[in-house]
């Protein structure tokens, strides 16, 4: 518990993941690829997917998630005693493969870019490839 109030931990979380949808929110707008709507997407979640929420209560969904991402990448990084290169490599990792899990998500939903679009889904590997080094470098030890 105490790592997920940890300060590092909030930091973190919260300035990568603002990065994160900021950047998917900007190649929406200038590409019209809904990277962005499928990062807010909750349509796969069953008791969500019935409810329409407005675009903040969904930016917070998505600020809570990374949240708990950054809590489980801080606990590893100090369990397996990682050097910050080691961090910085497996916190990419983690994030493509979390990136690859959830864009079939888009099947779920009329809202996100369809399943075999792959000019949407390489800008989703790449913003989830950005997330991956903000959040290693800002949990880099000083």
């Known amino acids: 518990m105490k790592t997920l109030f940890n300060r590092q931990v909030m930091i973190a979380s919260l300035v990568a993941g603002c990065l994160f949808g900021i950047f998917f929110k900007v190649v929406e707008n200038l590409t019209g690829s809904r990277v962005y709507t499928l990062l807010l997407n909750v349509d796969y979640i069953p008791i969500l997917k019935n409810y ?8 917070s969904f998505h600020l809570v998630i ?37 864009f ?30 903000l959040v290693g470098v800002l949990l880099k030890k000083r």
């Open 52 to 59: 329409r929420f407005p675009e903040v209560i969904e930016f």
């Open 66 to 102: 990374s949240w708990f991402i950054t809590a489980i990448l801080y606990t590893i990084r100090y369990k397996y005693k990682w050097n910050n290169g080691t961090l910085i490599r497996n916190s990419i990792v983690l994030q493509m493969i979390i990136g690859c899990m959830l």
């Open 104 to 133: 079939p998500t888009t099947t779920f939903s009329t809202r996100t870019p369809n399943f075999t679009d792959f000019y949407a889904f390489s800008w989703w590997l790449a913003g989830h490839i950005l997330y991956g080094v």
